[in-house]
């Protein structure tokens, strides 16, 4: 049995014990465990801080960036062994095991291109000097600087491969060091992932730490200059921001949690237009692409009352063309589940919308059976009245029709009632309806694709995290931020406003 090994202080360990179960979910095997019990995790974090830190803080963003390119291209090359331990460790089929490695090594290497484009600086200046007094002589500069801690990366099972690249791209070009620490159920293609990088020799010595299993004491060691950034359930969310020393210590915590994503249909679109297209084409790929457990999925579709029986029917066509199955069978599009554990959680949820929705499309399977759940459809009448709609998110490939009057300030309430989301789609080609609807829900967003005829052929779908733009959502979604070009450095930098004379400032900082 593959027992899956820590990286700390620059060296592979094993936990003590039997460790937790990595299983194959389409066949139920056990392929591995990960044990973290015994480990001095306290210990791997001074040396990353200790070693790690300043090794990084010396190499100026060009340097960083050389570094992330040259990442990228170790772990692309190893992508075809990397598809096979996602369809093995997460049930992915061999289109979807790309979505999550492809992504990460192209994150990583966008970073990559950014940090050249940063240059021969080691901070960040945040805009200009700025006169504060009455003498032009003196001025006000801020600067953002590399925080002198670890980022501590606690992610979710469904992105093994992408939710380690990004955040460490933003990590390493910020200048710290990182311990990733994969979910539990999927971490064997982030442990490949681990000794590909190191095996590459291109890691200064305590820049990456791995912890392959559950997060034993972690929060207790952190202090003030880490940083945790986080993706995962809003209940664990939860508990790691009310963690006691995170608390006291003030260390600064990102969540991304989940989201129930809505798609907005207007009122315009007829059903022979490319909206329309688009519209069915986007939200049933977001239904049964990773059997639907992407943070970013289409949960909740809003489609104007005249046109209900026309989506019900346009997404079952669409859905048909994904059939479901061990993702070893080339005919398969749609995996299992990412691991059997969540049979229960899905089927669960599932169970629990069918009780207040109708159910248009599928069948809730049985939760004792394998981890595979096909595409279902629901139906909900009445979406003001009925909460949980809004509130449940369940974690596999499903989603809720609900229709509207037509009205978008009506329809927008409707899509706040989740009380924020990672991202919402509007698919019209009216402009005064996608003007109102966007500017009543982007305050509740961290991203809104306005779906058009104009984009008809080159949208990348709600479901793709790019780089360059944002990611992340207020309230419910964690109120976290991570990406977004340059702005996802923010989170590894602390922002200091520097007061003094202008040519001191000068010298010193640059300009
Ligand atoms: P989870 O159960 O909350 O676990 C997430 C991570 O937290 C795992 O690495 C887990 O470790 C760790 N963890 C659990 N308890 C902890 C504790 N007390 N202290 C420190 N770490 C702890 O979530 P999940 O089931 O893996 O992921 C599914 C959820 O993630 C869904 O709700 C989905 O919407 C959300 N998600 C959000 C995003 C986003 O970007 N917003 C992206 C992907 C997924 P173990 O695995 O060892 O338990």
Redesign the pocket.
């Known amino acids: 049995m593959l027992e899956l090994r820590s990286y700390l202080n620059d060296h592979w360990i094993a936990g003590d014990g039997e460790g937790a179960p990595l299983h194959d979910p389409a066949s139920g095997a056990v392929l591995a465990t990960a044990s973290t019990a015994g480990l001095d995790i306290g210990g791997a974090l001074d040396h990353a801080r200790s070693v790690g830190g300043p090794a990084l803080r010396g190499m100026t963003f060009a340097e960083r960036g050389e570094l992330l390119i040259k990442l990228s291209k170790a772990i692309h090359g190893h992508r075809d062994e990397l598809l096979e331990l996602s369809r093995a460790n997460t049930g992915t089929t061999l289109k979807d095991g790309k979505f999550d490695v492809d992504g990460g090594t192209a994150t990583m290497a966008a970073y990559g291109k950014l940090g050249e484009q940063l240059g021969d600086r080691r901070y960040l200046l945040d805009g200009d000097q700025e006169t504060i007094g009455r003498s032009p002589r003196f001025t006000g500069q801020h600067v953002k600087v590399p925080r002198r801690g670890v980022g501590v990366h606690?992610?979710?099972?469904?992105?093994p491969v992408w939710g380690f690249a990004e955040k460490l791209a933003c990590a390493f070009l910020a200048g710290m060091p990182v311990l990733t620490?994969?979910?539990?159920?999927t971490a064997m293609p982030a442990h490949r992932v681990g000794e590909i990088i190191v095996d590459s020799g291109l890691l200064p010595e305590g820049a990456w730490s791995l912890l392959c299993?559950?997060?034993g004491d972690?929060?207790d060691h952190l202090d003030s200059q880490d940083v945790v950034a986080?993706?995962?359930?809003a209940?664990?969310g939860e508990?790691?921001r009310g963690h006691r020393n995170v608390i006291k210590r003030g260390v600064r915590v990102n969540v991304?949690?989940?989201?129930l994503n809505a798609a907005v249909v207007g009122p315009d679109v007829d059903t022979d237009s490319d909206t329309w297209d688009l519209f069915l084409r986007e939200v049933s790929r977001e239904i049964a692409q990773k059997s639907g457990q992407k943070?970013t999925a289409t949960r909740r579709i809003f489609i104007p009352e005249g046109l209900l029986a026309d989506a019900i029917d346009g997404l079952k066509d669409r859905l048909a063309d994904y059939p479901a199955g061990d993702p070893s069978d080339p005919s398969v599009r749609m995996g299992t589940l990412a691991a059997p554990a969540q049979m229960a959680d899905v089927c669960e949820g599932l169970g629990r919308l069918a009780a207040v929705c109708d159910v248009a499309h599928g069948e809730i399977p049985a939760a004792d059976g394998p981890a595979l759940v096909k595409p279902l459809l629901f139906v909900c009448k009445d979406p003001a009245n009925t909460p949980i709609v809004h509130e449940l998110?369940v974690?596999g490939p499903a989603a809720t029709l609900m229709p509207y009057g037509g009205d978008p300030a009506e329809v927008a309430g409707l899509v706040n009632l989740a009380d924020g989301g990672?991202v919402a789609t509007v698919y019209s080609d009216d402009l005064a309806f996608s003007g109102t609807v966007l500017m009543e829900i982007a305050p509740y967003h961290g991203r809104v694709l306005l779906g058009s005829r104009r984009i008809a052929e080159h949208s990348t779908g709600p479901g793709m995290v790019l780089p360059n733009l944002v990611?992340g959502g207020p309230g419910r979604?964690?109120g976290g931020m991570e990406l977004g070009g340059v702005r996802g450095l923010d989170l590894y930098t602390q922002t200091c406003a520097v007061q003094g004379a202008r040519p001191m400032l000068d010298k010193l900082l640059g300009k």
């Open positions: 606690i992610n979710a099972f469904n992105f620490k994969p979910g539990t159920s299993g559950s997060a972690l929060l986080f993706t995962g359930s209940a664990t508990k790691i991304e949690a989940d989201s943070c998110e974690f990672l990611h979604a964690g």
